[in-house]
């Protein structure tokens, strides 16, 4: 990774901009012995106010903690909105950051990743957690995810795979908050018919994103997809979030690799 100096004009956050963090790697541990491979990334001038707990893609279909929406939250939102991001692999899924033990187990062994990120985070004291899915990570949510010390629940592209009415109707009756970010032409689910499969939970909210797809690619997706986590897990931060920055950045290349440098998905 490189580093530019600070500008007083403020430079573009681009696709592959890295904003000052506290990052570090960490360990997990799961209630069946396993060790998965995780990262936090927290604001450097202050304690964070709000934590996002990132539950990632299908890992069979090159899912991970490194894919490109979760990654760019942990470039950015530490700076940008005092938000800390938790990052893990699930069983048996790897990135560059390392491989996680165990097998995929289609969303049920992956609850006891969850809990265990969910345990470390308030180990470390992290405030206000909230869990965010993507695609395959929304069911290990929807499933799983209704734990003590858990906020709410934002899902990205939900394509309700491995999650049934049954795994829905708890948080119904919870009444946690859960916001569904549902892409217009999704591969899986749509907004209309989103709307109906989570209709039996009264304080879902379904946000259409009018020309988006599954892997919201592009830098306009990603925006908008941060953007939309902030202002349900942090309301207190201005939105949209500014695309500039005057300070110290990092710029990633991938190609030439280094610490949380997979591929985009």
């Given at each position: 990774?490189?580093?530019?100096?600070?500008?007083?004009?403020?430079?573009?956050?681009?696709?592959?901009?890295?904003?000052?963090?506290?990052?570090?790697?960490?360990d997990?541990?799961?209630?069946?012995?396993?060790?998965?491979?995780?990262?936090?990334?927290?604001?450097?001038?202050?304690?964070?106010?709000?934590?996002?707990?990132?539950?990632?893609?299908?890992?069979?279909h090159?899912?991970?903690?490194?894919?490109?929406?979760?990654?760019?939250?942990?470039?950015?939102?530490?700076?940008l909105?005092?938000?800390?991001?938790?990052?893990f692999?699930?069983?048996?899924?790897?990135?560059?950051?390392?491989?996680?033990?165990?097998?995929?187990?289609s969303?049920?062994?992956?609850?006891?990743?969850?809990?265990?990120?969910?345990?470390?985070?308030?180990?470390?004291?992290?405030?206000?957690i909230?869990?965010?899915?993507?695609?395959?990570?929304?069911?290990?949510?929807?499933?799983?995810?209704?734990?003590?010390?858990?906020?709410?629940?934002?899902?990205?592209?939900?394509?309700?795979?491995?999650?049934?009415?049954?795994?829905l109707?708890?948080?119904?009756?919870?009444?946690?908050?859960?916001?569904?970010?549902?892409?217009?032409?999704?591969?899986?689910?749509?907004?209309?018919?989103?709307?109906?499969?989570?209709a039996?939970?009264?304080?879902?909210?379904?946000?259409?994103?009018?020309?988006?797809?599954?892997?919201?690619?592009?830098?306009?997706?990603?925006?908008?997809?941060?953007?939309?986590?902030?202002s349900?897990?942090?309301?207190?931060?201005?939105?949209?979030?500014?695309?500039?920055?005057?300070?110290?950045?990092?710029?990633?290349?991938?190609?030439?690799?280094?610490?949380?440098?997979?591929?985009?998905?």
């Amino acid at each position: 990774m490189t580093t530019s100096p600070p500008s007083a004009e403020g430079e573009p956050i681009t696709a592959n901009t890295v904003l000052p963090a506290d990052r570090r790697r960490v360990d997990l541990t799961t209630s069946d012995g396993l060790r998965l491979v995780a990262e936090v990334a927290q604001p450097q001038a202050q304690e964070p106010a709000t934590t996002i707990i990132c539950v990632h893609p299908l890992p069979t279909h090159g899912g991970s903690m490194d894919s490109h929406v979760f990654r760019k939250a942990a470039w950015r939102l530490p700076a940008l909105a005092d938000i800390a991001v938790v990052r893990f692999n699930t069983r048996g899924t790897a990135s560059a950051i390392g491989r996680s033990e165990g097998q995929f187990d289609s969303a049920e062994g992956e609850g006891l990743d969850l809990r265990a990120a969910l345990e470390w985070a308030q180990g470390a004291e992290l405030p206000n957690i909230w869990l965010v899915g993507w695609s395959f990570g929304t069911d290990v949510i929807l499933r799983h995810g209704l734990l003590d010390g858990v906020r709410g629940a934002v899902l990205l592209s939900p394509p309700l795979r491995f999650a049934s009415g049954a795994d829905l109707a708890p948080w119904d009756v919870d009444g946690r908050p859960i916001t569904a970010l549902v892409p217009e032409f999704d591969d899986y689910l749509r907004p209309e018919a989103a709307a109906r499969s989570f209709a039996g939970v009264r304080q879902l909210q379904v946000v259409p994103a009018p020309g988006a797809k599954h892997l919201w690619v592009g830098e306009r997706w990603v925006r908008w997809v941060l953007d939309s986590i902030v202002s349900v897990v942090a309301p207190q931060v201005s939105v949209p979030l500014p695309r500039t920055w005057s300070g110290p950045m990092g710029h990633w290349d991938d190609l030439r690799g280094g610490r949380g440098g997979a591929l985009e998905d």
